[in-house]
């Protein structure tokens, strides 16, 4: 199978505008919610900490610190936890999305003459593209060379493109 390769770079620009804009939205949402979960978390695991700590004192100070820094990196992990389940989720979104999107406007013809005009540039005028109708393509050249042009691989190859952990930064 042939990689694609980008010989025109503006041809996937507006699904990268795209899938970035509907990403970043998705991951302030999601990064918000997050940050309350791991908040509300954290606050939990204080007050927990804090009940330890107190019982600690009773039972001495040594006992106390191990159990307060074993709770605090308990609470740390189960927030960090929460945060990537959240982030993973908001991600598989987006690409499932944008995959039926992408895969929607496979099916019109103005856009499978743009991935007859790549699968020629990428893999020669005597390629062929066969289009499903759900939008899945490929072209393939006479010497056996496979183009996979299918909404997954579109997708995924903009997603690559995208700063994903840029989407989590505050």
Do not use: C, K, N
């Not at 709770?71 to 598989?92: G, M, N």
């Amino acid at each position: 199978m042939t990689d694609l390769v980008p010989t025109r770079p503006d041809a996937l620009a507006p699904l990268r505008e795209a899938l970035l804009a509907a990403a970043h939205a998705d991951a302030d949402r999601v990064t918000g919610d997050a940050d309350d979960e791991a908040r509300r978390i954290e606050d939990e695991a204080a007050e927990r900490a804090a009940g330890l700590l107190a019982e600690a004192r009773r039972r001495g100070e040594a006992d106390g610190a191990e159990r307060l820094a074993a709770a605090r990196a308990a609470a740390r992990r189960d927030a960090r936890t929460v945060v990537l389940r959240a982030q993973r989720t908001a991600y598989d979104a987006l690409r499932e999305s944008a995959v039926e999107e992408v895969a929607r406007r496979l099916t019109r013809p103005e856009e499978q003459a743009r991935l007859r005009a790549l699968v020629v540039d990428v893999l020669g005028p005597d390629a062929e593209l066969v289009v499903g109708d759900d939008g899945d393509a490929r072209g393939t050249a006479p010497d056996g060379r496979v183009l996979d042009t299918s909404a997954e691989r579109l997708v995924d190859l903009a997603l690559t493109d995208l700063d994903v952990d840029g989407l989590w930064a505050p």
